[in-house]
């Protein structure tokens, strides 16, 4: 099957940091990766869609100067909190998708990110 | 635009009862509809999909659901819950465009009873 890794799953940060998740398709060509946000008890919010090898889209009212999502090759996208603070906290989800070839996105496992 | 309604955040049944789950989707072009389930601190597993075949689709560990466009609804069922069952679950829809972009309903905690 199509095996989405998620890297890392828990991450403390010190406010004002910046820190990087990791997502890679390891067994496919992820044409399109996505990347959302779980705050608890709540469901997964869309932060953006990527494509290989141009910029992300950004859903609405997310910044994108605080988000920064590169998808620089078929296998591997990146989501960089930057100047992380306390209200970043949240469970980050990213999906990967195979364009003509599935009609479902394949999740990691995602990332628990706490800023102190 | 899509979108999904879960009707209840929260579901308890009893061991051995029936889990019924209620999804209703909004979709002005014929949607793709999917099922996830996601454990304590997990990402989704996919239960099931619809993806205009079959309507009554059959899908992991038991669950099934059935697609009715008169009542745009597609809501999971499984004739007996397990322990294992409690997670939460999340139904899910997209326009099978190039990205299979997704668009969640707010989840339902299910709690099964011993």
């Known amino acids: 099957g199509a095996v989405v890794s998620q890297h890392p799953s828990r991450v403390i940060c010190k406010s004002g940091t910046s820190v990087k998740i990791e997502c890679r398709s390891l067994d496919f060509q992820a044409t399109t990766m996505f990347w959302y946000r779980q705050f608890p008890k709540q469901s997964l919010m869309l932060m953006a869609t990527s494509n290989e090898g141009s910029k992300a889209t950004y859903e609405q009212g997310v910044e994108k100067d605080k988000f920064l999502i590169n998808h620089a090759s078929l296998t591997l996208s990146t989501l960089t909190v930057t100047s992380a603070h306390p209200e970043d906290s949240s469970f980050y989800i990213c999906?990967?998708?195979?364009?003509?070839?599935?009609?479902?996105?394949?999740f990691g496992q995602g990332t628990r990110l706490t800023v102190v | 635009a899509q979108s999904v309604t879960q009707l209840g955040s929260h579901v308890s049944v009893s061991e051995g009862a029936l889990v019924l789950l209620r999804c209703n989707y909004s979709?002005?072009?014929?949607?793709?509809l999917f099922w996830y389930v996601q454990y304590p601190n997990q990402g989704l597993q996919l239960l099931l999909k619809y993806t205009s075949a079959a309507t009554l689709v059959k899908g992991i560990n038991g669950f099934e659901a059935e697609f009715k466009k008169s009542e745009t609804s597609f809501h999971l069922t499984k004739p007996s819950a397990h322990m294992s069952d409690a997670a939460e679950y999340f139904c899910?829809?997209?326009?099978?465009?190039?990205?299979?972009?997704?668009?969640f309903g707010t989840g339902t905690l299910l709690a099964v009873q011993p």
């Open positions: 979709s002005s072009v014929p949607p793709y």
């Open positions: 999906s990967a998708s195979r364009a003509g070839m599935d009609t479902e996105a394949f």
């Open positions: 899910a829809v997209s326009d099978g465009g190039a990205t299979n972009k997704l668009i």
